[in-house]
């Protein structure tokens, strides 16, 4: 951190020795709401961001996420509107995948589904140079089931951002089997220039930080399904006794639902441990579309963007 000082100047150079790479381009697949805060952070660190997603449209609110997190700061007075001018000159969007063929690293944050993320990991492999780093964000899945359809197997990994990436500043960096030692190194080079902590991890399923948060989120919603108490009441008491900034129903209504019903079914179906198992509850409110704050509705209710609620 630090960066706005010098902005124009900071773009981090870390070498790779094997592969001679240089990380100055980023590649962001997928706009949603991590994609969003991922192609920030690394714009306001100084580096060159594109950012792609499903269609321009996608790829347009993406980009109205940012720019509207930068004016929340400016508005704060915590960066000068110069700083927001040269963070958003760093953010490119393309509808394209095509155009990330030049990234020297591409983080992918699309859905949490293994078979949408391998045909990703496929198509990034064709198109992006031969030293190309390519990370995935998945919060849950294997890194080598991901890896795999590449051929470039040793330089794949998982780089784990907790939202928002500011104030939760913590990277669980996960090597597969494959992934090369020198790859590793570079990838917590990467993390640390943004900032973060870094943790470096196996590949197992939900690495660590989800491994507690996921079934502390599905036990808040089985207490509720049990009519144990109400929403407000249940995160109440993890906060006030456990000392918790935020309860596991606002927590998973910050998430998405959605995000978390495909971790519990993706570690449950890999694992079989009862505890990730996903509550009825949780899979009739995603039926429902009540993914939380980002449809307005969840355990609790939201005002949208829009102004409704
Ligand atoms: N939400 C969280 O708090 C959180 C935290 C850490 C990691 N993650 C992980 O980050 C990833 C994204 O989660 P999110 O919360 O940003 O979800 P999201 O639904 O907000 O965004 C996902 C985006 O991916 C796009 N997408 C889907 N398929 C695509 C494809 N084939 N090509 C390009 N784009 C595609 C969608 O259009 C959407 O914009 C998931 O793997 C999730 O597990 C989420």
Same mark, same amino acid.
């Given at each position: 951190?630090?960066?706005?000082?010098?902005?124009?100047?900071?773009?981090?150079?870390?070498?790779?020795?094997?592969?001679?790479?240089?990380?100055?381009?980023?590649?962001?697949?997928?706009?949603?709401?991590?994609?969003?805060?991922?192609?920030?952070?690394?714009?306001?660190?100084?580096?060159?961001?594109?950012? /792609?997603?499903?269609?321009?449209?996608?790829? &347009?609110?993406?980009?109205?996420?940012?720019?509207?997190?930068?004016?929340?700061?400016?508005?704060?007075?915590?960066?000068?509107?110069?700083?927001?001018?040269?963070?958003?000159?760093?953010?490119?969007?393309?509808?394209?995948?095509?155009?990330?063929?030049?990234?020297?690293? $591409?983080?992918?944050?699309? $859905?949490?589904?293994?078979?949408?993320?391998?045909?990703?990991?496929?198509?990034?492999?064709?198109?992006?140079?031969?030293?190309?780093? %390519?990370? /995935?964000?998945?919060?849950?899945?294997?890194?080598?089931?991901?890896?795999?359809?590449?051929?470039?197997?040793?330089?794949?990994?998982?780089?784990?951002?907790?939202?928002?990436?500011?104030?939760?500043?913590?990277?669980?960096?996960?090597?597969?089997?494959?992934?090369?030692?020198?790859?590793?190194?570079?990838?917590?080079?990467?993390?640390?220039?943004?900032? %973060?902590?870094?943790? $470096?991890?196996? &590949?197992?399923?939900?690495?660590?930080?989800?491994?507690?948060?996921?079934?502390?989120?599905?036990?808040?919603?089985?207490?509720?399904?049990?009519?144990?108490?109400?929403?407000?009441?249940?995160?109440?008491?993890?906060?006030?006794?456990?000392?918790?900034?935020?309860?596991?129903?606002?927590?998973?209504?910050?998430?998405?639902?959605?995000?978390?019903?495909?971790?519990?079914?993706?570690?449950?179906?890999?694992?079989? &441990?009862?505890?990730?198992?996903?509550?009825?509850?949780?899979?009739?409110?995603?039926?429902?579309?009540?993914?939380?704050?980002? /449809?307005?509705?969840?355990?609790?209710?939201?005002?949208?963007?829009?102004?409704? /609620?």
């Amino acid at each position: 951190m630090g960066c706005w000082l010098n902005f124009k100047n900071c773009v981090m150079e870390i070498t790779l020795k094997t592969f001679n790479i240089g990380i100055k381009k980023v590649g962001i697949m997928g706009c949603g709401f991590m994609g969003s805060e991922i192609g920030y952070v690394c714009a306001k660190e100084g580096y060159n961001v594109i950012m /792609t997603d499903l269609s321009q449209e996608i790829v &347009d609110k993406g980009m109205a996420r940012i720019k509207s997190n930068l004016e929340h700061r400016v508005n704060k007075g915590s960066i000068s509107k110069n700083q927001m001018i040269a963070c958003l000159d760093q953010i490119n969007g393309t509808p394209l995948i095509k155009d990330f063929y030049d990234c020297d690293l $591409v983080i992918e944050a699309i $859905v949490e589904k293994i078979e949408a993320k391998r045909e990703v990991f496929a198509s990034l492999d064709k198109i992006c140079k031969r030293e190309a780093i %390519l990370a /995935t964000n998945t919060s849950s899945l294997s890194i080598i089931d991901i890896a795999a359809p590449t051929k470039r197997m040793e330089q794949v990994l998982g780089m784990h951002f907790f939202p928002p990436i500011e104030l939760m500043p913590l990277l669980e960096i996960s090597k597969s089997i494959a992934t090369s030692g020198e790859v590793a190194k570079v990838a917590v080079d990467f993390g640390e220039s943004l900032g %973060l902590k870094v943790i $470096v991890t196996n &590949d197992y399923p939900a690495f660590i930080v989800n491994n507690i948060a996921g079934p502390m989120m599905l036990q808040g919603v089985r207490l509720l399904e049990k009519g144990l108490s109400s929403p407000e009441e249940i995160d109440q008491s993890i906060r006030i006794a456990l000392g918790h900034p935020i309860g596991p129903l606002s927590l998973l209504d910050y998430v998405g639902l959605d995000v978390v019903l495909n971790m519990a079914k993706s570690v449950y179906e890999e694992t079989k &441990d009862m505890i990730w198992a996903p509550p009825l509850l949780l899979r009739k409110m995603v039926a429902a579309g009540w993914l939380g704050r980002k /449809t307005g509705k969840g355990f609790y209710n939201y005002k949208r963007e829009n102004g409704s /609620t």
